[in-house]
Nanobody, 124 residues
């Protein structure tokens, strides 16, 4: 079955960096767009960053543009999220998602498969 397993979360101070990784299995990785979403306590899940399956195009939420970078390694079936200049507002559970479509999407309902999440806490 399809599995998405996130890793790399943790507790850091504001201004620090973290790199999240998502390992995918049970699917043809190159056929899926990938994305990272996050959900802070008491808030709805929100889009963070996405990468398309064909050309590797990327898009980002305005709140993370210039600080976060999404990348994928098709040979390793993995997608990473490099997070720099972290802020307290970035504190959330971060989820990896996969969707079988050709472009980019920011709505969670477009994505079929989800990981269990990894927690990121940024202290101010």
């Amino acid at each position: 079955q399809v599995q998405l397993v996130e890793s790399g979360g943790g507790l850091v101070q504001a201004g620090a960096s973290l790199r999240l990784s998502c390992a995918a299995s049970g699917l043809t990785f190159s056929s899926y767009a990938m994305a990272w979403f996050r959900q802070a306590p008491g808030k709805e899940r929100e889009f963070v960053a996405g990468i398309s399956r064909i050309y590797g195009s990327t898009n980002y939420a305005d709140s993370v543009k210039g600080r976060f970078t999404i990348s994928r390694d098709i040979a390793k079936n993995a997608v990473d999220l490099q997070m720099n200049s972290l802020k307290a507002d970035d504190t959330a559970d971060y989820y990896c998602a996969a969707g079988k479509f050709g472009g980019l999407a920011i709505r969670s309902k477009e994505y079929e498969y989800w990981g269990q999440g990894t927690q990121v806490t940024v202290s101010s």
